[in-house]
């Protein structure tokens, strides 16, 4: 079982629509979490991170961490097409290593 | 201010060929970490620094592969006798500490092929 899991498919959403990702951990001893966006051929960028139960939210995006149910989510509102990227789900075991989930690409259709 | 860079961008080799690969940290950062991702996947922890020396690399494949930060800011992966499966992009981040807080910032990789 990998550390951190993203099961979804491709994700297609209208222009000004929400876009919701999530992700589950099987390490209870992780700490912290991050969703990076990484478009096509870049390297990954932080977008929103998060350590506390409950939700984080930073502009157009909101993340929710539950810990019990050893889960994670990004909700993207009023999706635009720059947000055309993967997203990966990302935890923290220890030393700051990343254990990262495979990606989930995310289509925002004009 | 400059962030990671990574050089080359690209490397082509033939199987059983050496490699290095070099990572230059943002100045100041204390940490630095390699990760390997393969085409569809998220990026794979390999080794991380801290300072000159190696906190951990129990994500190193083989011991094919090996790391070193000799004076605590430029890094070198090498990776002897390449394979096929060695092939994808190499990232490197770096942050400022190891706090489970840190924004680590990567580079834009080197895209790694074995023929």
């Known amino acids: 079982q990998k550390e951190v899991e993203q099961n979804s498919g491709p994700l297609s959403v209208p222009e000004g629509a929400i876009a919701s990702l999530n992700c589950t951990y099987s390490?209870?001893?992780?700490?912290?979490f991050f969703w990076y966006r990484q478009y096509s051929g870049k390297s990954p960028e932080l977008i929103m991170f998060i350590y506390s139960n409950g939700d984080k939210e930073d502009g157009r995006f909101t993340a929710q961490l539950n810990k019990a149910s050893q889960y994670v989510s990004l909700l993207i509102r009023d999706s635009q097409p720059s947000d055309s990227a993967t997203y990966l789900c990302?935890?923290?075991?220890?030393?700051?290593?990343?254990?990262f989930g495979k990606g989930n690409q995310v289509v925002v259709i004009p | 201010g400059a962030g990671v860079s990574q050089t080359p961008s690209n490397k082509v080799t033939e199987k059983g060929k050496y490699v290095e690969l070099r990572c230059d940290p943002i100045s100041g950062h204390t940490a630095l970490y390699w990760y390997r991702q393969s085409l569809g996947q998220g990026p794979e922890f390999l080794i991380y620094?801290?300072?000159?020396?190696?906190?951990?690399d129990s994500g190193l494949p083989n011991d094919r592969f090996f790391a070193v930060r000799p004076e605590g800011s430029v890094s070198t992966l090498k990776i002897q006798r390449t394979e096929r499966g060695d092939s994808a992009v190499y990232l490197c981040a770096s942050s400022l500490t190891t706090g489970g807080w840190d924004e680590q910032f990567f580079g834009p990789g080197t895209r790694l092929t074995v023929l």
């Open positions: 990302a935890g923290t075991h220890g030393n700051n290593r990343l254990a």
């Open positions: 620094f801290q300072g000159t020396g190696a906190a951990d």
């Open positions: 390490d209870r001893g992780s700490q912290s």
